[in-house]
């Protein structure tokens, strides 16, 4: 189960595959990167596979800033951080350790949670930086995309 990306040009990039558990994250920081080329309804329509397109131009703006984005260090590695979070990167989400709990249940709760409002529960899940920089290379390559 996840999102199967396919590139509109059928070329190079051909396809993007991403979990359930990589997705919701790498989308959320696509949504806070580029919601200034994204409709409302595309922002939520990314959250579903059901064909959503994604413009060769707007692929090229999300590769763009997903390559900055990994320059500036917004995508952080594995492990346990400085500012108290903790990054599960092949689960494609980061949650701070200094709030009481397990962050692995905090985990599944926000996994069960995304399927009730997927663009409100995914706020605070971040993907690892290899699959940022993986996702921007297909972007640029892709001459536009379809979610499915």
């Not at 409709?39 to 590769?63: P, R, Y």
């Not at 979070?85 to 200094?98: A, K, N, Q, R």
């Not at 962050?103 to 409002?117: R, S």
């Not at 409100?120 to 996702?135: D, H, I, L, Q």
Request: proline letters at 4%.
């Amino acid at each position: 189960m996840g999102m199967d990306v396919y590139a509109e040009n059928g070329g190079k990039a051909g396809y993007f595959r991403a979990s359930i558990w990589t997705w919701p994250g790498l989308w959320q920081a696509i949504i806070e990167l580029c919601s200034d080329v994204l409709s409302e309804d595309e922002i939520v329509q990314g959250f579903h596979n059901e064909g959503n397109l994604i413009t060769e131009a707007q692929a090229k703006v999300i590769g763009k800033r997903l390559h900055e984005a990994l320059l500036a260090g917004y995508f952080k590695p594995a492990g346990q951080h400085e500012d108290g979070t903790l990054s599960i990167p092949h689960m494609g989400v980061s949650f701070s350790t200094e709030d009481e709990g397990d962050p692995l249940a905090k985990f599944a709760g926000a996994m069960e949670a995304y399927w009730d409002n997927p663009k409100e529960n995914t706020k605070n899940m971040r993907c690892s930086p290899e699959v940022a920089a993986e996702f921007a290379e297909f972007c640029h390559e892709s001459g536009g995309f379809r979610i499915k």
